[in-house]
């Protein structure tokens, strides 16, 4: 009955795995999914959970990994809010001889033995869907269109990447200009106010809003509807996600396209986790599978929708 698993030795536990995960945040309605998600699995794997919400602080994720390291956990989690600084705490995880899983954002480490394997969503190609529907929903027109980018964490991958994929899509066309583009850490309260005051700025110069996720939107939708604009008209809006509350605002035509990113991580994870202590060997990069969705597709979806 040891409570140390060494990397990559295989044992067996005569009691319950436990795990250590590391939430980034509680920031967005994502975020709760995926957190929920995660609880859920463990229990249903019967895997013990400590979780810990470090409220988009990275320095209280160090302190849940090192209060984890001294809990002797059997594997540690982290969904990581940005994706530098890392190398030093992951260097004391691998000392400790504790297995580590990247969830949902990546690290930028020099040393990527640090960790077993990252499960998450390809954010690249995320930014590139958005970036091709508004290509394809611009197609007939060769006017100057002006569009507001509202990106999420600064320096958090989801953010860097999904801004990354969809510039480098849009570029091939020259007719689109970025009149504005700004952080509002993925929350609706930042999403409302940035736009508020970008509409002040810029007005009805504004033909599309791209915003890193639904929760942003959402909050721009408010602020845009203030201004005495019509969202969806008006203003084509893009978003990332596929929250329940996003689909209906797509079914009410104030949504044009969402890029899905799902955050039904849990399953995947535990399975990682039971992997592990098994001895396996895996893949480096588990890449979740998504969709996009249109008014038509969202009608469809909205009832399935727990998030
Ligand atoms: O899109 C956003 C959340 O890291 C993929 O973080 C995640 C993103 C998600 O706050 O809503």
Redesign the pocket.
Known sequence: NSSTTPLGESITLSRPIVLGFSQ??S?????NA?SLSIKEAAKEAGIDLLFENAEQSQKKQFEAIRYFIEQKVDVIAI?PVIQSGWDSILNEVQEAGIPVIIV??VVDIEDISRYVTFI??D?YEEGRKAGKYLIDKMAGTSDPIGFVELK??AG???SIE?GNGFQDTIKQQDKFVMLKSQYAD??HEQGRDVMRSILQEMGSEIKVLYA?????ALGAIEAIEEYGLEPGKDIIIIS??G?RKALEKMIEGKINFVVE?N?LLGPNLMQVVNEIIEGRTLPKRIVTAESVFTEVTAEREVNNRKY
């Not at 920031?27 to 975020?31: A, F, L, Q, T």
């Not at 890193?212 to 942003?216: L, Q, T």
């Open positions: 980034l945040g920031e967005s309605d994502w975020r995926n969904a949902d954002r998450g969503s954010f999420g964490t958090s991958t989801p999904r993925f929350t890193h996720n639904d929760d942003m990332v996600d929250t990113c955050p």
